[in-house]
């Protein structure tokens, strides 16, 4: 008995639905892809931080984290995590949520934290303004707003 050729392969039009196919499972997968590194929203941070009892590292400058901070935060300015990367937490498998003005410095904090060997590191998308956007609380001089 002889097993017939199987030329599905090898036809230029079948080629060419392959690569259709391909094609649109990949733009379909491109969000999932690409969202992993966007951060979470404010209403994620506050379950991590609620649920799991995230430590909150606020990398901005002393003079906009006492203008308003997410209640809870650390202060640890951005040029200063380097040197006190040991500080962030005692268990490095405690989730950290990093959060700056707008998100440009907790993404490159991020990976200093990750490359210190914290195994459960966030941002924050969109930074403290997105969280005031969201009416989320923040603190300013101790007093909630």
């Known amino acids: 008995m002889r097993i017939p050729s199987v030329k ?9 639905l392959i690569a259709i196919a391909l094609i649109s499972g990949g733009l379909l997968l491109w969000p999932v892809i690409t969202r992993r590194d966007r951060g979470l929203s404010a209403a994620d941070a506050t379950q991590l931080i609620n649920r799991r009892n995230a430590i909150v590292i606020d990398l901005r400058g002393a003079d906009e984290f006492t203008q308003g901070h ?4 650390r202060h640890l ?3 200063e995590l380097k040197s006190k990367v040991a500080q962030v937490a005692k268990n490095k498998n405690t989730p950290v949520l990093l959060v700056c003005q707008n998100g440009g410095h907790s993404a490159r904090a991020q990976h200093v ?4 060997g914290y195994a459960e590191v966030f941002t924050l998308q969109g930074g403290v303004n997105a969280w005031q956007q969201s009416g989320m609380p923040v603190v300013k001089q101790g007093a909630a707003k």
């Open 8 to 16: 599905f392969f090898t036809e230029p039009a079948n080629l060419v």
């Open 77 to 79: 300015p951005f040029d």
């Open 70 to 73: 997410l209640p809870q935060a």
């Open 113 to 116: 934290l990750k490359e210190a």
